[in-house]
């Protein structure tokens, strides 16, 4: 295998009686595949569960990961924090406004109108001190304020990169991993380098309406019919997921640290494998663990194996990891794109040229790689 240019990571997890994820009608999300419904889940859950998990393999738990966070009130409750008790009001006010337009544009004033936009450590420590500095600078001063925010907002108008000039990680570790646009400042955009799709059953949709009821704990003999009567979906599947991983992406989006690039890999794999995605966790308790996880290394352009199901399969581990090992094997002899593989699987069917092995000597593969690449982007 030449140098690894990608990482592909393909798993199946089994759920039963749940609700992961749900529409604006509070059903399940469902795809239209191979003319059957299936049960899906999104893209955007399942990154927001890996990114926030609180786990022993957490993203923030690694050295140098800087925190970031997503809001559309990141100036209020960020940047103006225990240090701005007493300011005055209106001079707290013509500051906010200021730092409100570089961040989220001309229309930042309004809240409605702003971008959830993300914005890493670095760049809140920015704004912090450009706050301190022009309420210092008005010294009680509601004209004074009023200048010196102007004055700041020209030199800054459009220009939210110069906030996180010279960072190793601008947008945090989130922003590294799955990207950041930002509709005020294009050149603060950042591309990701760790790409999701959405998991989706490899069956047809299993679902059902769950009738229940709340009783009243105080209710008297003559009190008859439940207090409370409610409907809910619940759905049970078995789901194919496929994360990429643009390793040169990676290197350069975290300044071409190889050794931390290796410990986000790491700890990525155990939380795709780990990290449950879902809702209504007391009702369903929406616990599971990946029962098939398949790692690819490569130097060709990544390919999902979501083919392998567009026919509906039995919903059952074994039946899946062999429709997914026949359409590999279909694809390794047409194309020969040689590929390193490692699989766990709680199945015994096997896949082609994988290597098996636990969850850990998976882990153990991905953050290998970075270290293998010839040339790693200078910081």
Known sequence: ?????????????????????????G??????????LRTRVSSQCLKRHWRLAEDPHALANIDGADAAWRSREIVDHKVFGDWAEGVDEEIAMEVKEALLKVVYGDKGGDKKSRQTLLLGAVEIAYLTEAAKTLVAGAAGDKKAAKDLAAAWLK????????????????????GALFGRMVTS??????????????AFTVHAEEAESDYFIAADDLAREEDTGADTIQETELTSGLFYGYVVVDLPGLLSNLGGDAELAGEVLHNLIYLIAEVSPGAKLGSTA?????????????????????????????????????????????????????????????????????ERGSLADLAGFAKGLPGQMAVVPAA
Do not use: C, W
Not at 13 to 22: K, V
């Open 185 to 198: 400042d294009p050149r603060a955009n950042i591309d990701a380098a760790v790409h999701v799709a959405h």
């Open 286 to 354: 929406p616990y599971s663990r990946a029962s098939m996880l398949l790692l690819e290394a490569g130097d060709r352009q990544p390919r999902s194996l979501a083919e392998a199901f567009r026919v509906p399969t039995a919903p059952e581990t074994g039946q899946a990891v062999a429709a997914l090992s026949t359409h590999l094997a279909a694809l390794d002899a047409a194309y020969a794109t040689g590929e390193a593989r490692r699989v766990m699987s709680l199945a015994n069917a096997d896949i082609p040229a994988a």
């Open 27 to 36: 059903l399940a999300k469902r795809l239209p595949y191979g003319g059957s």
């Open 1 to 25: 295998m030449s140098d690894p240019r990608f990482l592909q990571i393909h798993f199946l997890a089994p759920y039963t009686a749940a609700l992961l994820n749900r529409d604006d009608a």
């Open 155 to 174: 030199e800054h108008k459009g220009n939210l990169k110069a906030l996180s000039e010279g960072a190793k990680l601008p947008g945090g570790l989130t």
